[in-house]
C-alpha cells in the first residue's frame, strides 16, 4: 500500500537549520508532485513548497523563498526539505503529500518547533 513516512523534524532555535526528509512506496514515485504541507496551530494547512522534476529548482511559498530548498531523489523514492534561517512562525506540523491527477496521498506528519 502507500506509505509516505516523514522523518528529521525536532526543536530548534530561531536561526537554525533541519532536514526533513519523506520515504514514499508503494506507488510510482518518479510520475508524482512531490510536496511539503504545514499546518500551525490553530491555521489552515498550507502549502510550503513542491517539486516535479528532480532536477528542478521546485516551487515555494512566499514565506519560505530562499530560506528552505526542496529537493528529491527517484532513484531513492525520497523527497527532502532542507530549513535554514528558520523561525518561530515556522513552527507547524510538517507534512510530505504526492499528488497526481486525482491520486492524492499524505504522510502523518512530523513536528518542527523553532523556539529559544
Known amino acids: 500500500q502507500v506509505q509516505l513516512v516523514e522523518s528529521g523534524g525536532g526543536l530548534v532555535q530561531p536561526g537554525g537549520s533541519l532536514r526533513l526528509d519523506c520515504a514514499a512506496s508503494?506507488?510510482?514515485?518518479?510520475?508524482?508532485?512531490m510536496s511539503w504541507y504545514r499546518q500551525a496551530p490553530g491555521k489552515e494547512r498550507e502549502l510550503v513548497a513542491s517539486?516535479?522534476?528532480?532536477?528542478?529548482?521546485?516551487n515555494y511559498a512566499d514565506s519560505v523563498k530562499g530560506r528552505f530548498t526542496i529537493s528529491r531523489d527517484n532513484s531513492k523514492n525520497t523527497v527532502s526539505l532542507q530549513m535554514n534561517s528558520l523561525k518561530t512562525e515556522d513552527t507547524a506540523v510538517y507534512y510530505c503529500?504526492?499528488?497526481?491527477?486525482?491520486?492524492?496521498?499524505w504522510g502523518k506528519g512530523t513536528l518542527v518547533t523553532v523556539s529559544s
Open positions: 503529500n504526492a499528488a497526481r491527477d486525482a491520486m492524492d496521498y
Open positions: 517539486i516535479f522534476l528532480q532536477d528542478s529548482s521546485g
Open positions: 508503494g506507488f510510482t514515485f518518479n510520475r508524482y508532485w
